[in-house]
């Protein structure tokens, strides 16, 4: 999409239970994408993490249910694409060929970005507290990136990128239980 974005995340000082994250464009300004979590735990003790980096936003938070007053520790992963769909593959693949500056241009303008992003977006509950997050890179690209998480014990956990996904494959929630054939009954 666009290498100028950043987030922010904030909380109201009336109810600093409910957080609010801004992706935005840096060069536009515009809110690209926003979204709440509610029941976030205030506690110092319960770090807030996040990372952004190109398309890809995660978020580590203490969630507490208040009714109960258990808490949980979740891992929000937001992907944003670009839903510009081309309607010939033979034409894009021919402008490609030719050059043609829509495609092979070396500059970008956020100025001239044409629609809002498609948003993926999951949720996981993680085992341990998180405090700190970063993601691997190698100098080519050449492997997978994963996903290290500091726990709040200082032990390193990594998460490789499939398993942490917001395009990870789940059974249709439409899909009710599977029948179950019995041979020899």
């Known amino acids: ?25 840096g060069v536009t300004g515009r809110i690209i994408y926003q979204f709440q979590e509610q029941n976030v735990s205030p506690s110092p003790s319960h770090t807030i993490a996040s990372l952004f980096n190109e398309q890809y936003f995660a978020l580590s938070f203490m969630r507490q249910n208040p009714q109960t007053g258990i808490s949980q520790q979740e891992l929000t992963v937001v992907e944003l694409y670009d839903k510009k769909q081309e309607q010939d593959t033979q034409q894009l693949i021919t402008d490609y060929f030719k050059g043609d500056p829509r495609i092979t241009a070396s ?23 998180v405090k700190a997050m970063a993601l691997t890179e190698t100098a080519h690209h050449v492997t997978g990136r994963s996903m290290v998480l500091v726990t709040r014990e ?17 059974p249709a929630k439409s899909e009710g239980p ?5 041979k020899g009954v």
């Open 107 to 129: 500059t970008f303008s956020s100025f001239a970005q044409e629609s809002e992003p498609e948003v993926v977006m999951e949720t996981y509950i993680l085992p341990f507290g």
């Open 1 to 25: 999409l666009d290498t100028n974005m950043f987030s922010v995340v904030t909380a109201a000082a009336n109810d600093p239970s409910t957080i609010t994250i801004y992706l935005i464009n």
């Open 154 to 170: 200082n032990q390193l956990y990594i998460l490789q990128s499939a398993l942490s996904s917001a395009r990870r494959p789940t």
């Open 178 to 182: 599977q029948p179950t054939s019995f």
